[in-house]
């Protein structure tokens, strides 16, 4: 730095600044809370004014092999492009970011600042099949996984209370898992009740206060979603029984989420094809084929979506130990022993979390008539339900 202090003028600094591979790192203070583990190097050179409480930093400089994480995402960048100062913006432009896998983004906008203070951000991002979520299920009890996607997004507002708008269609490698038994964990939380010593709490308090000063109170997300098959999910309604819902499919669905634990969805979502591991306490442990235009509709509450759900389940069956004959000529009749291709089909319809379940029971295969080792033959009745009309209400989720 070259330059002059006057302390006869109103603005006594008259500064030059180079700078020649500063780390970056010396910014990760004001971010705190949504990006962290910066790095990178800026050279550049700026002048600074006025005084030493209200500094005015004007000019221009290139930041180079730089990273950063946001922390609610857990996404890692690597980023280059042109650093500007003026009275009261930082100017971010021509920025160039690199996901983990290499895929590119674009980013341009400002921060805009009182004297250093009081931030408000306005970012721009264009990106191609790039990663927009790397999350585990420690990270966030709402919903996780890794995305990947197309389009565009945009962070506005102050730092307190940040505002990430994104219109992005699902890319290939994307896997989001929404586990329902999250919203369970939450109210149980609630009922317990934990003694604390006064002093204690005073102390929680303050560092509550400190806390906010630095930290960002809120983050707010509104997500249109193009869902397309690209895209892998998953709704987990028992992780350990392992009854979840997985597939792939079509949706139009927007999202709005924030820090503070509020998570509304609206749209629906089209099975192009899937599986639904459906599970009965230890009586039933069978992996359905889920059929093509079975729909999930959410209306707010994610977990209080709509079912439209139809699946089948196929195998090789002997239908002798249901026929309506005792018979032993026709159960041991070679055509009777033999083992015929049955369905089940398996309708779930209403909430998600209880949906009411419906199933048949197809043949069509069966024989009507059975040879008997006596040369003659038998009328038999199967004592199962053949026709989809004949629905049975078979079970509750709750």
Do not use: C
């Not at 006057?6 to 010396?26: F, Q, S, Y």
């Not at 995402?73 to 970011?97: A, H, N």
């Not at 400190?210 to 979603?225: A, C, R």
């Amino acid at each position: 730095m070259e330059g002059f202090y006057d302390p006869a003028k109103e603005n006594p600094l008259a500064v030059n600044a180079k700078l020649e591979n500063t780390n970056i790192k010396i910014i990760e203070p004001f971010m705190r809370g949504i990006f962290s583990q910066m790095d990178g190097e800026l050279t550049g050179n700026y002048t600074i004014t006025g005084t030493f409480l209200k500094p005015v930093i004007s000019g221009d400089g290139k930041i180079q092999s730089a990273q950063l994480t946001i922390d609610y995402l857990k996404t890692k960048y690597y980023f280059s492009g042109s650093l500007g100062f003026s009275p009261k913006e930082i100017i971010f432009k021509d920025f160039i970011l690199t996901d983990e896998l290499r895929n590119k983004a674009t980013l341009d906008g400002f921060l805009a600042h009182r004297n250093y203070n009081e931030f408000r951000i306005n970012l721009y991002a264009d990106f191609k099949k790039f990663q927009l979520l790397n999350t585990t299920a420690k990270d966030n009890s709402l919903f996780y996984g890794q995305a990947f996607g197309s389009g565009n997004l945009n962070m506005l507002g102050p730092l307190s209370n940040l505002k990430i708008s994104a219109t992005a269609r699902s890319e290939k490698g994307t896997r989001i898992f929404i586990p329902l038994n999250g919203a369970a964990d939450n109210t149980s939380k609630k009922e317990f009740i934990t003694f604390m010593n006064f002093a204690d709490s005073l102390k929680l308090k303050k560092a509550a206060k400190s806390k906010s000063k630095d930290e960002p109170s809120g983050i707010t997300m509104d997500m249109n979603l193009d869902i397309t098959p690209d895209a892998y999910a998953e709704i987990i309604f028992d992780i350990k029984s392992g009854d979840i819902i997985r597939g792939y499919g079509n949706g139009d669905l927007k999202l709005q989420l924030d820090t503070k634990g509020d998570f509304n969805m609206f749209g629906a979502y089209e099975f192009e094809r899937g599986n639904y591991n459906f599970t009965l306490y230890d009586i039933i442990n069978k992996e359905f084929t889920i059929n093509k235009g079975s729909r999930i509709t959410w209306f707010g509450d994610p977990y209080s979506a709509t079912l439209a759900l139809t699946a089948s389940y196929k195998q090789l069956v002997s239908f002798a130990p249901v026929v309506s004959t005792q018979d032993p000529n026709v159960i041991n009749s070679p055509q009777m022993r033999r083992k015929y291709p049955a369905e089940v089909l398996l309708k779930l319809d209403g909430a998600m979390i209880a949906p009411q379940i419906n199933f048949d029971i197809t043949a069509t295969d069966l024989p009507n008539q059975v040879p008997i080792n006596n040369g003659t033959t038998n009328t038999i009745d199967i004592l199962v339900m053949t026709s989809k009309h004949s629905k049975q209400k078979w079970m509750s989720r709750n």
